[in-house]
């Protein structure tokens, strides 16, 4: 039996738009992915400034406008779409987005060839 190329985060239905994100694991590595203009944006939870993870495990990122995440430790805000910090100690730092895709209903994460 072949390998599954993806693993399934997720139904779609699960991630609002500007609600609470989706913790999961990337090459060991913690990741989250939400919502935002109705599209799934994922990255490594981890801050710029220091990688600690942006929500402090309560899963919500975004801040109270909903157009950004905010860093629970400092108050770094990171555009959604774009993962580029415009305010905080990390300014112009940018978090690592995670390929994530979203299709039949499913939020999926590639899965490389030979795991
Ligand atoms: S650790 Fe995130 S802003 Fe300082």
């Given at each position: 039996m072949a390998a599954p190329e993806r693993l399934s985060l997720c139904p779609s239905a699960n991630l609002v738009e500007g609600g609470p994100g989706l913790r999961f694991?990337?090459?060991g590595q913690a990741a989250f992915a939400v919502r935002y203009q109705g599209t799934v944006r994922a990255y490594l939870n981890a801050c710029r400034h220091i990688p600690v993870e942006l929500d402090l495990s309560d899963g919500r990122f975004f801040d109270l406008s909903g157009h950004y995440l905010v860093c629970s430790m400092h108050g770094a805000l990171y555009a959604a779409d774009t993962g580029v910090c415009?305010?905080?100690?990390?300014?112009?730092?940018?978090?690592?987005?995670?390929?994530?895709?979203?299709?039949?209903?499913?939020?999926?994460?590639?899965?490389?060839?030979?795991?």
């Open positions: 694991e990337v090459a415009v305010s905080g100690p990390c300014r112009g730092a940018r978090l690592m987005p995670v390929g994530v895709t979203e299709e039949d209903g499913s939020v999926w994460l590639p899965v490389p060839a030979g795991n």
